[in-house]
T-cell receptor
Framework: GAGVSQSPRYKVAKRGQDVALRCDPI?????LFWYQQALGQGPEFLTY????????KSGLPSDRFFAERPEGSVSTLKIQRTQQEDSAVYLC??????????????FGPGTRLTVT | ELKVEQNPLFLSMQEGKNYTIYCNYS?????LYWYRQDPGKSLESLFV?????AVKQEGRLMASLDTKARLSTLHITAAVHDLSATYFC?????????????FGKGTRLHILP
């Protein structure tokens, strides 16, 4: 079946603009994760959903970042008043299970955000 | 705070050689993941290691986990050019009822033909 998809794949925003990044997880996957990956670094956790519930948002770097998953499937990561330091690849991942199962995360292709 | 350290961060090696990438982590965890990332691509899951002493092999790659030493290794046997990529280890950190995955910085592997 289809994997995790993300859109747009590339986004250029002027500083101060708001952006919205979309993630379509694998159908039936309960858990959804957002990560931020700076150039040359490993992904850093942003937030986690179990169905529609946002159970952990401790990784969101500021209150300009907001994520939602209202119907427990598609998720949107919104960044308000973008800053240059927000430039990164934003990865979405989904997994079949919840919590302590041996569930692999399947990653989407990412959205490369460049703030000018 | 959970820290995940990989070494080396960069590795250039000849085809046919063997090498090992190391992943150390700072607090107790019983789940560790290895991922591969090609330039401009997303992450591909390679291994999920769930218990002390776990060893998994796929082709020329073999991963192991020692939870007591808080160490995982990714061993490459008789490297081929197609294995050139960045390899990440990631460790599961349980917080309350939920799990957070913490990634290392990655090991950029370049295999010379």
């Amino acid at each position: 079946g289809a994997g995790v998809s993300q859109s747009p794949r590339y986004k250029v925003a002027k500083r101060g603009q708001d952006v919205a990044l979309r993630c379509d997880p694998i159908s039936g996957h309960v858990s959804l994760f957002w990560y931020q990956q700076a150039l040359g670094q490993g992904p850093e956790f942003l937030t986690y959903f179990q169905n529609e519930a946002q159970l952990d948002k401790s990784g969101l770097p500021s209150d300009r970042f907001f994520a939602e998953r209202p119907e427990g499937s598609v998720s949107t990561l919104k960044i308000q008043r973008t800053q240059q330091e927000d430039s990164a690849v934003y990865l979405c991942a989904s997994s079949l299970g919840i919590s302590r199962g041996p569930y692999e995360q399947y990653f989407g292709p990412g959205t490369r955000l460049t703030v000018t | 705070e959970l820290k995940v350290e990989q070494n080396p961060l960069f590795l250039s090696m000849q085809e046919g050689k063997n090498y090992t990438i190391y992943c150390n982590y700072s607090t107790t965890s019983d789940r560790l993941y290895w991922y591969r990332q090609d330039p401009g691509k997303s992450l591909e899951s390679l291994f999920v290691l769930l218990s002390n002493g776990a060893v998994k092999q796929e082709g020329r790659l073999m991963a192991s986990l020692d939870t007591k030493a808080r160490l995982s290794t990714l061993h490459i046997t008789a490297a081929v050019h197609d294995l050139s990529a960045t390899y990440f280890c990631a460790v599961d950190m349980k917080m309350n009822r939920d799990d957070k995955i913490i990634f290392g910085k990655g090991t950029r592997l370049h295999i010379l033909p």
